[in-house]
């Protein structure tokens, strides 16, 4: 998750871009968790990883269309 976070701020050029995609990851995680009648939620790690894994190819091809549009000097 910090690599993308960091691959997100490198490219918008902003912190912010990676705040609010922290946000809006979390409030996605939250709106989704599930508990059964004991208490558990035994499926929460693989909601987990696909929100993670959805929010890693957004980030992906926003990089590559950024990537394109423009030159990043590190």
Known sequence: MG???GILTLYSGSIWASFFEH???NTDINLIHVTTNNGTDSMQIVRV???QI???????I???KKKK???IYV
């Open 3 to 5: 690599v993308k976070l």
């Open 69 to 71: 549009s423009q030159t």
């Open 54 to 60: 959805l929010s890693l190819i957004i980030v992906y």
């Open 49 to 51: 990883v696909l929100t």
């Open 62 to 64: 926003y990089s590559v």
């Open 23 to 25: 946000t809006l990851n």
